[in-house]
């Protein structure tokens, strides 16, 4: 199971945020600082997998920006690293050029791609045209 997804810049701050297991604003707040500590002094000679706690992170970079799962840890890390890829992907092909802006300005349509991709701590679709096609319909009421 998917406990939260995050994504966070190389100076610590937070851009997306999806819990899908119930943690208290303090404790989510203590997760995302360890989390950001844990993964940003990673060189990139290690693996992108860590053992957090009784949980497992796993995180992958792009650009200037942190993508990291919190799993179980009998669950696969490489289906995670390609979760996090097809949602980089998706939101690549949706808004053009993904950059930090987006995730900061374009949050809901983000929460919607990572909404079609996750459900309830579960990947639920691989399709990015499937993907794409269910937030544009989502759009249209907007």
């Known amino acids: ?4 997804i995050l994504c966070q810049n190389r100076f610590g701050r937070t851009r997306i945020a999806k819990y899908y297991s119930q943690y208290t604003s ?3 707040s203590v997760l995302e600082k360890e989390i950001v500590r844990a993964v940003t002094t990673r060189t990139a000679k290690q ?4 053992e957090y706690r009784n949980l497992k992170l796993v995180y992958r970079r792009y650009a200037g920006l942190f993508f990291t799962i919190c ?8 289906a995670m690293m390609e979760a996090i ?6 939101m690549q092909q949706f808004f ?35 993907i794409l096609n269910n937030v544009k319909q989502i759009n249209q009421f907007e």
């Open 1 to 4: 199971m998917i406990h939260f």
């Open 26 to 28: 303090e404790e989510r």
């Open 47 to 50: 693996t992108n997998f860590v």
């Open 71 to 78: 799993c179980d840890v009998d669950d696969n890390e490489l």
């Open 85 to 90: 890829h097809l949602f980089v992907e998706t």
């Open 96 to 130: 053009g050029t993904v950059c930090e802006l987006n995730l900061i300005f374009d949050f809901p349509k983000v929460h919607i791609i990572i909404d079609q991709i996750i459900l309830a701590g579960q990947i639920q679709e691989t399709s990015i045209a499937s």
